[in-house]
């Protein structure tokens, strides 16, 4: 069964990923889907991001407790565990669950709606037209969205430290500054671009493919988020393996 639809996934992306036919089309998705993809989560990626960089200081300074040990590692802690897997990974899992159930749920109604099987008989690659424009979007769109959650996890962080007195803000910033290696943002961008591939994909393959009613419609959508989530942690482990 796992191999009926992988098989059937590998081909929808085929025909995703087909020549289109009129580019000037697509644009327009395009910049729509941007719109709403990355404007549309900013809020929520920003306010999860700084309370991640916040719990995060704050859990590091509480766990040490050793006089040996300098404050100043509690910024590098931070900054380290934000970059490589808190605003990756953490991000990718909110944005499965509003933008995966939102991509599954729109494509769905519009297979039981009959609306796929229009623009089928009118000789339009309906993947292509409805899939590959959210694929573009959240490709561009949610790596930018990790950028900001990074910042933003970094500057929560040294807010929590410093209002709660468990590290100086001189501290903090040297920490944040001292061994600092350039690759491990790279390891972030990859994770978001692979993320934002499986998010769209996986979520539009289960839309896709829905039959029957409304009901079903939302039993695609809750396989979309939970499909999506177990393929970004188990991406996020390969990816790990493989670059780190």
């Known amino acids: 069964m796992l191999f009926y639809h992988f098989g059937k996934y590998i081909l929808l992306l085929k025909s995703v990923f087909r020549k289109p036919e009129k580019f000037s089309i697509y644009k327009a998705e395009i910049f729509r889907e941007m719109v709403e993809i990355g404007l549309g989560s900013l809020g929520i990626v920003s306010i999860i991001s700084v309370f991640i960089g916040a719990v995060t200081t704050v859990q590091t300074a509480f766990q040490l407790v050793s006089d040996l040990i300098p404050k100043s590692v509690i910024g590098g802690i931070t900054r380290d565990s934000t970059i490589l897997?808190?605003?990756?990974?953490?991000?990718?899992?909110?944005?499965?669950g509003k933008i995966g159930s939102s991509i599954a749920s729109q494509i769905g109604t519009m297979r039981v709606t009959e609306q796929i099987d229009a623009l089928e008989i009118m000789g339009i690659n309906a993947p292509g037209y409805l899939?590959?424009?959210?694929?573009?979007?959240?490709?561009?769109m949610i790596p930018m969205l990790v950028i900001i959650s990074?910042?933003?996890?970094?500057?929560?962080?040294?807010?929590?430290?410093?209002?709660?007195?468990?590290?100086?803000a001189a501290e903090f910033i040297q920490g944040l500054t001292t061994n600092f290696n350039p690759f491990?943002?790279?390891?972030?961008?990859?994770?978001a671009v692979v993320f934002a591939i499986i998010i769209t994909t996986v979520s539009a393959y289960q839309g896709f493919y829905t039959g029957g009613g409304a009901l079903e419609v939302g039993q695609s959508s809750t396989k979309a988020v939970v499909i999506s989530c177990i393929a970004i942690l188990a991406a996020d482990y390969i990816i790990a393996q493989l670059l780190l």
């Not at 899939?131 to 561009?140: D, E, H, R, S, T």
């Not at 933003?152 to 590290?167: E, K, N, Q």
């Not at 491990?184 to 994770?191: E, G, L, P, S, Y």
């Open 85 to 96: 897997e808190l605003s990756p990974t953490i991000c990718s899992l909110v944005l499965a």
């Open 131 to 140: 899939i590959l424009p959210k694929v573009m979007a959240g490709v561009l």
């Open 150 to 168: 990074i910042f933003l996890s970094i500057m929560g962080g040294y807010l929590a430290g410093t209002a709660s007195g468990a590290v100086t």
């Open 184 to 191: 491990t943002v790279t390891i972030a961008m990859v994770k």
